[in-house]
């Protein structure tokens, strides 16, 4: 049975919350209506799952969720309040908050989320700190391919293998560049859809009418061109799994029509009125804040909540600085091995301007740098003088400034990295989107922002 601890500074929702749990014979219950004793009951640890109120006097629900934080509990927390507020939603959630449900609760939904947060908790009776070591993992053969050493990612890890044995839809915060899709290939293989199909998409890459025809396929004859039936993404990933990258792009009649997959596990190809029913998981990945988007007016809040029924979001690497040189090293054999090179070792010069460097493009803008100075560099060594020009130009950049020399605004920088990556790929959008680490959506919006 899962342990519940309840805290809520009303006294007939803490009875209902009670009586209905207990009565669903699932869970063992605790209640809190003093939020003031709630750190003196958390340190004990004898519970699992925290449904928490955020509206109470003294000791809020912030406070209780930064406390938790602080002290690296692993205590998976679903947040109640009356009042729907996206800014509380989205401190909530960078403080590790499983879910977030508004009052009054529904009881149906409130099984669901318990059910998920259940599995996600760590095993019965463990009062251990959360494990971070790679050796620990069940599954360490997924995470093969992504090269690091950094604690936070590791616990990432230990959390994929948690969830990924259900069905529940994820999404993926993280830069671009973070290796979102790989997090995606992983949680792919450990589950049970791991003999099917692992399908991955680019969501900003497609117009919103090419996008359609895409993803659900279309009947011959739908649109001029359309010589014959096709199948779409979802079709292809029936029985397995649908990585959707860039979900942020998704124009709103499309999450619409997404919103109804999620809904109905049913669609209709472009030109059909025949329904197709569908099995699949959808892992979607955002490197836009999507509240800012929902405020906006240019995300569904619905299709969010659909979406994030399990959140993972990636550190960007200048917060992983102990993987850079580990990164480096493990591009270095791999690009030797694909260009029949003998560079053996990148110089300390490389390496120490690779650290104070803060890479925007991240883990894919690292070993597309490496490769590019593979290739050019003549000896056995990899030199600071191989590698790219607009990497240099930045490096020298931030050696110039000083107190009496004030930077340039983030305006005026943006646009000359844009215009010298865009020189270095000789104009390639997609080359320089790469690099930047943003969609190629995203680059010509800024190519005529900037009037380059």
Not at 278 to 302: Q, Y
Request: hydrophobic share 40%; net charge negative; with cysteine.
């Amino acid at each position: 049975m899962t342990r519940v601890l309840i805290i809520d500074d009303n006294q007939s929702v803490l009875n209902f919350l009670r009586i209905f749990l207990l009565q669903s014979g699932n869970f063992e219950v605790d209640v809190l209506q003093n939020s003031e004793e709630a750190y003196e009951t958390i340190d004990k640890q004898q519970h699992e799952v925290l449904l928490l109120d955020m509206d109470m006097p003294e000791v809020t629900g912030m406070d209780i969720l930064e406390y938790i934080n602080k002290k690296g509990y692993q205590l998976t927390t679903v947040v109640l309040t009356g009042v729907e507020d996206i800014d509380m939603a989205i401190s909530a959630m960078k403080l590790g908050t499983f879910d977030y449900m508004l009052k009054p609760i529904n009881e149906e939904k409130l099984l669901e989320v318990l059910d998920r947060a259940s599995k996600t908790s760590g095993p019965e009776g463990s009062d251990k700190p959360f494990p971070v070591t790679f050796e620990l993992l069940k599954h360490k053969e997924v995470f093969k391919n992504i090269i690091t050493q950094n604690n936070e990612m590791i616990k990432i890890f230990h959390f994929v293998e948690k969830f990924a044995n259900t069905d529940n839809s994820v999404l993926i915060w993280g830069e671009s560049g973070t290796g979102k899709e790989l997090i995606a290939k992983a949680i792919h293989e450990i589950s049970d859809r791991c003999e099917n199909n692992f399908v991955a998409v680019n969501a900003g890459s497609f117009a919103q009418e090419l996008f359609v025809s895409e993803f659900f396929g279309h009947e011959k004859g739908a649109f001029t061109g359309a010589t014959k039936s096709k199948k779409g993404f979802l079709e292809e990933a029936n029985g397995g799994t649908l990585f959707l990258d860039e979900i942020g792009e998704l124009d709103l009649p499309i999450q619409v029509k997404l919103l109804r997959v999620l809904q109905e596990e049913e669609f209709y190809r472009l030109g059909s009125t025949k329904n197709i029913k569908v099995n699949v998981r959808i892992i979607a990945a955002t490197n836009k804040n999507l509240f800012d988007e929902i405020n906006k007016g240019n995300f569904r809040k619905d299709l969010f909540f659909r979406l994030n029924i399990n959140s993972i979001s990636l550190p960007p690497l200048r917060e992983r600085p102990e993987d850079v040189e580990l990164l480096a090293d493990h591009f270095l054999v791999k690009f030797n091995s694909k260009y029949k090179k003998k560079v053996k070792k990148v110089s300390a010069p490389v390496r120490n301007s690779l650290k104070t460097y803060g890479f925007p493009g991240n883990v894919r803008e690292l070993m597309n740098i490496i490769n590019s100075a593979l290739i050019v560099e003549p000896t056995n060594e990899l030199k600071k003088k191989s590698l790219p020009n607009y990497l240099l130009d930045s490096l020298q950049m931030n050696n110039e400034f000083d107190s009496s020399n004030q930077p340039p605004s983030l305006e005026v920088v943006e646009k000359e990295h844009i215009k010298k990556v865009l020189a270095y790929t000789g104009n390639n959008k997609t080359k320089a989107s790469a690099i930047l680490g943003i969609s190629r959506v995203n680059l010509i919006a800024k190519i005529k922002k900037y009037e380059l």
